[in-house]
């Protein structure tokens, strides 16, 4: 019998018998006794789940960039604007100032803008003020986020979203928005449109903090503790009306003034006219539009007779009933010092005070020597640059050479030039027992008041200085403001300062100051009222002196503030010489 061959299932009828090589490597790949055909549709149902599953992901991304596709623009921009959220500013009694609101903000993608033509043209129909031009610009950059247009009204926001443009979104910013407009402009300053504050107690705000916190990232909301103000709201709207009226009725340039806490140094009110809305600032950089009290420096004029006489008084070497012939100018060179109205008799120190004397102040201070009279002005803070939170400050100008006749005219208030806030400092001092208080827009108590005080002058010529001031609104240049605040028991002194034009003093433009306290027989407040080159009336006779226009002004100014300020009136009070002077320790 013939033997079968054995049957081998890697060979067939026809078919040549297969290499070792590709044996080998089949059982490498496979192994022995494999089944194909199950290792075949294994692998297309792998093939088939990783392409399902690639395809997936990609149908959950598409859905993802169609819903929230401004999600990392968003993010980005709005980390941004929330950082420069700002505490809010209140006033003394709790009144806003300053504070945030959320206000929509146009910005485009331009990668993902698909006609930018068209979104252009778009948008500027909605917008007409964008400018086509800058718009396509943004639009044509390869950025990723670009704004358009910050702080949109709400309606605005609506028409655009109506539109539907691919890459144009939409974001929430902080806004800095000021209750009380130009009520406070000067002294709040503003923001930029980043919400950056540059300008008044904004500006301070970053420059003490609050920038550091926006970068650190510790001040991306608005929990943050609100800022109080040394200011009465109600206190700045009675002084800005009165000076509003007293700037159109004298045709004034300008008009100014302040309240000033006499024994804390905190400034209750201030303004300068013109002034500015924070909220539409478009004439912030108008340099007619500065704040004359911290940023502008004068000359003073008469008000300075005030620490001339407290000098001398200080010294020793004079008092109230020293006598001073200024019947006649005073020369000095090619120079002559004279009064407006001399008096044809010797007067005491007390009548150079009443009668405004030139001569008898400059008298008075060349008795007490050019570098008695420097140091003195030194010691009171008006010959260096007076700090407070307001950023905006100017250096007084002083003269480079000071000799006899420099210390002449500073005597009556010309050749010096200081911040009027500077002078108001300094007369505090005078009136307060002698403690010279650095001026602050926070709210401060007396307690801490005194702690950072200097004292300049001893209480009992503090105690002349009050009779002095008081007796001038009884018999002297203030009596146009005590007749209009009666029972307030204020005193006084004006000060009309000639100003230099073309290289040389006019008698036709002038600025008038009058600083007034109340009540003299224990003083709380100062007020400062300065009027810019105010023009005669029929009812003031010609004339254009402070007499007849600062003070009537500050005397409506008082009868308004007062009540606000707790005082109530008091009648039938004593002359000076017996309220005040008989309760100090030396009468002379």
Request: hydrophobic letters at 40%; aromatic letters at 6%; charged letters at 25%.
């Amino acid at each position: 019998m013939t033997a079968q061959p054995s049957a081998n299932p890697n060979t067939s009828v026809g078919r040549p018998p297969e290499p070792w090589r590709q044996r080998l490597i089949r059982t490498l790949l496979y192994g022995k006794n494999t089944d194909r055909a199950a290792k075949a549709r294994a692998r297309v149902g792998l093939a088939m789940l990783a392409f399902g599953g690639i395809y997936g992901i990609i149908a959950v991304r598409l859905v993802v960039f169609a819903v929230n596709g401004d999600t990392h623009a968003e993010r980005r921009a709005s980390r941004d604007a929330i950082a420069t959220a700002r505490p809010d500013i209140l006033d003394r009694n709790g009144a806003i100032l300053a504070t945030d609101v959320k206000s929509p903000s146009l910005f485009g993608e331009p990668r993902r803008i698909i006609d930018k033509d068209e979104a252009v043209e778009l948008l500027t129909g909605a917008l007409p003020d964008l400018d086509s031009s800058e718009v396509r610009d943004r639009l044509g950059s390869r950025k990723g986020f670009a704004w358009l247009k910050r702080d949109i009204t709400p309606q605005q926001q609506r028409d655009i979203h109506r539109l539907g443009i691919p890459g144009i979104g939409f974001l929430r910013e902080n806004k800095r928005v000021y209750p009380n407009g130009s009520t406070v402009s000067h002294l709040i300053g503003l923001t930029n449109i980043d919400n950056q504050g540059i300008a008044g107690i904004e500006k301070w705000l970053d420059n003490n903090g609050l920038a550091d916190l926006h970068r650190a990232g510790f001040a991306s909301d608005r929990m943050q503790k609100p800022v109080e103000l040394a200011l009465d709201v109600r206190v700045e709207h009675a002084l800005r009306d009165e000076l509003l009226k007293a700037k159109a009725k004298f045709s004034a340039k300008a008009a100014s003034g302040l309240v000033s806490n006499i024994r804390t140094g905190e400034i209750v009110a201030m303004v300068s006219l013109p002034d500015f809305d924070p909220n539409n600032p478009k004439e912030v950089h108008d340099p007619d539009r500065i704040n004359r009290l911290t940023t502008g420096v004068y000359e003073m004029g008469s008000t300075f007779k005030t620490l001339t006489l407290a000098m001398a008084l200080d010294s020793g070497k004079v008092n109230l009933n020293t006598m001073f012939d200024a019947r006649y100018p005073l020369s000095y060179g090619k120079f002559k010092i004279h009064d407006t109205h001399p008096v044809p008799r010797p007067i005491s120190l007390a009548e150079v005070f009443t009668y405004s004397s030139n001569v008898g102040a400059a008298k008075i201070a060349l008795g007490q020597g050019v570098e008695a009279h420097k140091a003195f002005l030194k010691k009171v803070g008006q010959l260096d640059r007076l700090r407070t939170e307001l950023p905006e400050s100017a250096m007084p100008i002083v003269p480079k050479r000071w000799g006899d006749l420099n210390t002449i005219t500073i005597s009556f208030g010309h050749g010096i030039a200081v911040a009027p806030l500077q002078a108001v400092m300094a007369v505090n001092a005078m009136v307060n027992g002698g403690n010279l208080i650095p001026p602050t827009f926070m709210k401060r108590s007396e307690e801490e008041a005194l702690a950072v005080a200097k004292r300049v002058i001893k209480k009992d010529t503090s105690d002349k200085v009050r009779y002095l001031m008081r007796l001038n609104a009884e018999v002297g240049s203030a009596r146009q403001a005590e007749a209009r605040a009666k029972g307030y028991y204020l005193g006084g002194k004006t000060g009309t300062s000639e100003k230099v034009v073309n290289g040389r003093y006019s008698k036709k433009q002038v600025l008038n100051s009058f600083t007034a306290v109340l009540p003299m027989d224990n003083p709380q407040y100062q007020v400062l009222v300065m009027l810019d080159e105010p023009k005669a009336l029929p009812e003031t006779h010609g004339f254009i002196t402070s007499g007849w226009n600062a003070v009537p002004t500050g005397g409506n100014v008082i009868a308004r503030i007062a009540p606000l300020l707790g005082l109530e009136p008091r009648f039938d009070l004593a002359p000076s010489d017996r309220l005040i002077l008989a309760t100090s320790k030396v009468t002379q």
